[in-house]
């Protein structure tokens, strides 16, 4: 089984930046270098919506049109972490955001993921 614990939500202002963390462990884990990953979020009362995704060694991303060229998905599987860097924040980009991975590829449907971190909160203001 794998835990996921996302970090680094916050405050922000419009044009300024977050880095988000998402740190993976378990009693059994060996590490994350088989799992895809992904970033989600949800603002209150809308779905969760799709933000980026990156393949178990990381030479495949796909992200959202919204965070296009402003949001970067990585990770470091020695570090069993994977990041979000957001930058240019928008005020729409308030929400909670979820780490999320799962045995497979990339993917966007959030109900492929597997695994589910217990969010971070970001909010941008104008």
């Known amino acids: 089984q794998v835990q996921l614990v996302e970090s680094g939500g916050g405050l922000a202002q419009a044009g300024g930046s977050l880095r988000l963390s998402c740190a993976a462990s378990?009693?059994?884990?060996?590490?994350?270098?088989?799992?895809?990953m992904g970033w989600f979020r949800q603002a209150p009362g809308k779905e969760r919506e799709f933000v980026a995704t990156?393949?178990?060694?990381?030479?495949?991303?796909h992200y959202a049109d919204s965070v296009k060229g402003r949001f970067t998905i990585s990770r470091d599987n020695a570090k069993n972490t994977m990041y979000l860097q957001m930058n240019s924040l928008k005020p729409e980009d308030t929400a909670a955001y979820y780490c999320?991975?799962?045995?497979?590829?990339?993917?966007?449907?959030?109900?492929?993921?597997?695994?589910w971190g217990q969010g971070t909160q970001v909010t941008v203001s104008s």
């Open positions: 999320s991975a799962r045995l497979g590829g990339t993917a966007i449907d959030s109900t492929l993921y597997t695994y």
């Open positions: 378990g009693r059994t884990f060996a590490g994350i270098s088989s799992y895809a």
């Open positions: 990156i393949s178990n060694g990381g030479s495949i991303t």
